[in-house]
């Protein structure tokens, strides 16, 4: 038996979870956040509601937040030194050293801000789950080839262990996004989303709302796209039990849902952290995506490149700048 468990081990370490297609859910996963806090004013982020008077919120767990640490008049501060971190995570540049502060900052921003939504709060999980995986990838960009999983098969092991629990994580949300729907009657009788992309809060836009008028009027289509969407969770779900030939489908289908509620509904942080949430899950991370790999060598720093940069400038120029 345990001859059995080593050989299982041996194949699974063949596969290297270090490869740019983790690293692409990470970008994403920060795109997401940096979207919020760049486009969100602080006192939008920490505004006082829902009977609370004081912000940000430092309950329970909240209290190990950024935006708790800081004094009240510096969050602003907060703000910027979140986007700071979520640009350098976003380039990829040494996952291991950017794994704990890219956590800290979506952790930060679903416990603190007034307003955290599903997307904040998937990021934060798939950011802690993820840390295993980070920590333990020596790569300088998270973009680069993925070296042998056999050359260090115990960190290799633990990595691969965490990004099965994404799986299962990702897996639990769409099985409970898909079941509890059934329960709601606007979803179970096919009016759902008449009634979501009609709302004045989270409805389609103004000028798409003319264009889905018609859309929106003929009752069968509406039934078939609110219970095609219980569908397509549900069978998002079932892929943690399908052969990875059949996933691909399923991460198109995956992809393009959230693209249209991004698209509709204006949920744009929402929609990054799902595409992540979806690569991660359906997309094999043994299979490095193409045109991703040629990125890595374009960020390479090459030795004299500050003295190449120099041509062009005029001798007298380049001799002051030299000499500083």
């Not at 069978?235 to 991460?251: T, Y």
Request: hydrophobic share 50%.
């Amino acid at each position: 038996m345990l001859t059995r468990l080593g050989l299982a081990c041996a194949r699974l370490i063949a596969n290297s979870p270090w490869t740019n297609v983790y690293g692409l859910a990470r970008t994403l996963l920060a795109l997401g956040t940096l979207g919020t806090l760049t486009f969100t004013s602080t006192s939008a982020l920490f505004t006082p509601m829902l009977g609370r008077t004081t912000t940000p919120n430092c309950d329970g767990a909240a209290t190990i937040s950024l935006y708790c640490m800081l004094p009240s008049d510096q969050l602003e501060l907060g703000r910027l030194l979140s986007i700071a971190v979520l640009l350098v995570v976003a380039s990829g540049w040494r996952p291991r050293f950017t794994a704990l502060p890219h956590w800290w900052v979506a952790f930060s921003v679903q416990a603190s801000i007034s307003i955290p939504d599903g997307g904040d709060q998937i990021t934060a999980v798939l950011a802690l789950l993820l840390l295993p995986v980070a920590l333990t990838d020596r790569r300088r960009w998270h973009w680069a080839q993925a070296p042998p999983g056999s050359d260090r098969p115990y960190a290799a092991l633990v990595a691969l262990a965490a990004m099965f629990l994404i799986r299962l994580q990702v897996a639990g949300v769409y099985l409970h996004a898909s079941i509890a729907k059934l329960g709601v009657t606007e979803w179970a009788n096919g009016t759902a989303l008449y009634y979501w992309l009609n709302d004045p809060t989270f409805g389609t836009p103004l000028w798409l709302r003319d264009f889905l008028r018609p859309v929106l009027s003929a009752g069968p289509v509406v039934a078939a796209l609110t219970w095609g969407t219980i569908a397509l969770e549900f069978a998002l779900a079932v892929g943690l039990f399908l052969p990875k030939r059949r996933w691909k489908p399923l991460l198109v289908g995956g992809l393009t849902l959230h693209a249209g509620i991004a698209v509709l509904m204006g949920l744009s942080s929402f929609a990054l952290a799902m595409f992540a949430a979806l690569i991660l899950f359906l997309r094999p991370w043994e299979h490095p995506i193409g045109p991703l790999s040629r990125l890595e060598p374009r960020l390479r720093v090459r030795p004299g490149w500050f003295i190449e940069s120099l041509r062009g400038i005029p001798r007298r120029w380049r001799k002051r700048i030299l000499a500083g």
